[in-house]
C-alpha cells in the first residue's frame, strides 16, 4: 500500500511537545470527560453544555494536531450539527409547554414560540458537546492503542480485546479491495454508463467479488492468529506496552476538577 494511503490504524504521533494529548494512556483520556459526558444527559439550559463545548474545543485545539479534515469537523460540520438538530428540535416542542413564551415566528395557525427555540438549541448544543468531549479521545487514540490499554490495565480478555480489533481491521481492507475491484472493472471496459440504475448496476457487480476477498482474507487472518497460537494461554506477552503514567493521573483530576467547577459556576441549581 502506498503511502498515500489513509490508514487508520497507524501510529499517531504529535508534531509538538505542545501537543500533549499523543502522549496520555487512552484510558485517560475517557475517564477524564466520561463524567462529564453523562451528567450532560441531564442538563437543560444554555450555559453549562457551552462552556463545556468552549473547554473542548480549547482541549483539542491546543492538545491535537490540526488538519483540515479536523478543522472542517469542529468549524463546520459540529457547528451546522448543532444547528441542524437546534431547529429540528424546536419545530416538534409541544406549543402547550412554551404557550407563555413570546412568538418568534407564526405561519397561519402554527407558531414558534421562544421556549421552543431555547428546548431545541439546548439539545442540539447538548449533543454537540457530548460530541466535541468524546473528540479529545477520539482524534488522539489509535485503535490498538486502545485496545492495549484495556488488556493492561482494564484486564480485558485479550481474546476479546484482538478479536474485536482484528475485525474493525476488516473495514479498510474492505475498502482497499473496493479500489482493485473497480480499477479492474475500468481496465476491462466494465463501464456501463453514468445514471443511476448504471451505477446500482455496477455496485451488484462488486458484491461477489469483494465477499470472495473477504472470505480469502478472513481464512489468512484465522491461519495467521491459530500459528501465533492465538488464544492457547490465559495471557499474552504485549509488545508495546501503553503505561499508565503520573501525567495521566494528573490529566483525569485536571478534568474531573474543571467539570466540577463549570457545573458549580454554570448549572441552574435553584430551579424555579
Not at 115 to 139: D, E, K, N, S
Not at 140 to 145: F, H, L, Q
Request: hydrophobic letters at 55%; proline letters at 6%; one cysteine or more.
Amino acid at each position: 500500500m502506498s503511502a498515500s494511503v489513509f490508514d487508520p490504524y497507524a501510529a499517531v504521533v504529535a508534531t509538538s511537545p505542545r501537543q500533549f494529548l499523543y502522549a496520555l494512556n487512552p484510558l485517560a483520556k475517557v475517564a477524564g470527560v466520561a463524567p462529564a459526558m453523562v451528567l450532560l444527559i441531564f442538563v437543560r439550559d444554555l450555559a453549562t453544555p457551552a462552556a463545556f463545548l468552549v473547554l473542548a474545543l480549547a482541549t483539542v485545539l491546543v492538545g491535537a494536531r490540526l488538519t483540515g479534515r479536523l478543522a472542517a469537523l469542529l468549524f463546520g460540520i459540529l457547528p451546522l450539527g448543532i444547528l441542524a438538530i437546534g431547529v429540528g428540535f424546536s419545530l416538534w416542542v409541544d406549543a402547550a409547554l412554551v404557550a407563555d413564551t413570546p412568538a418568534v415566528l407564526q405561519i397561519g395557525a402554527w407558531t414558534l414560540h421562544q421556549g421552543a427555540l431555547a428546548i431545541g438549541f439546548a439539545t442540539g448544543l447538548r449533543l454537540g458537546t457530548i460530541i466535541a468531549l468524546a473528540l479529545i479521545g477520539g482524534v488522539t487514540t489509535t485503535g490498538p492503542d486502545l485496545v492495549r490499554a484495556s488488556v493492561q490495565q482494564l484486564r480485558v480478555p485479550y481474546r476479546i480485546g484482538y478479536t474485536a480489533l482484528a475485525a474493525f481491521r476488516f473495514v479498510p481492507r474492505f475498502g482497499h479491495e473496493l479500489a482493485v475491484i473497480r480499477a479492474a472493472h475500468r481496465v476491462r471496459g466494465h463501464h456501463g454508463g453514468n445514471g443511476p440504475f448504471a451505477r446500482v448496476a455496477r455496485g451488484w457487480g462488486y458484491i461477489v467479488p469483494l465477499l470472495a476477498g473477504a472470505i480469502r482474507h478472513a481464512e489468512r487472518v484465522a491461519l495467521a492468529m491459530d500459528s501465533r497460537a492465538f488464544g492457547a494461554h490465559p495471557t499474552r506477552t504485549e509488545r508495546h506496552l501503553v503505561p499508565f503514567r503520573t501525567r495521566d493521573t494528573v490529566f483525569i483530576v485536571l478534568c474531573l476538577a474543571v467539570s466540577a467547577a463549570i457545573f458549580t459556576a454554570f448549572f441552574p441549581w435553584q430551579l424555579p
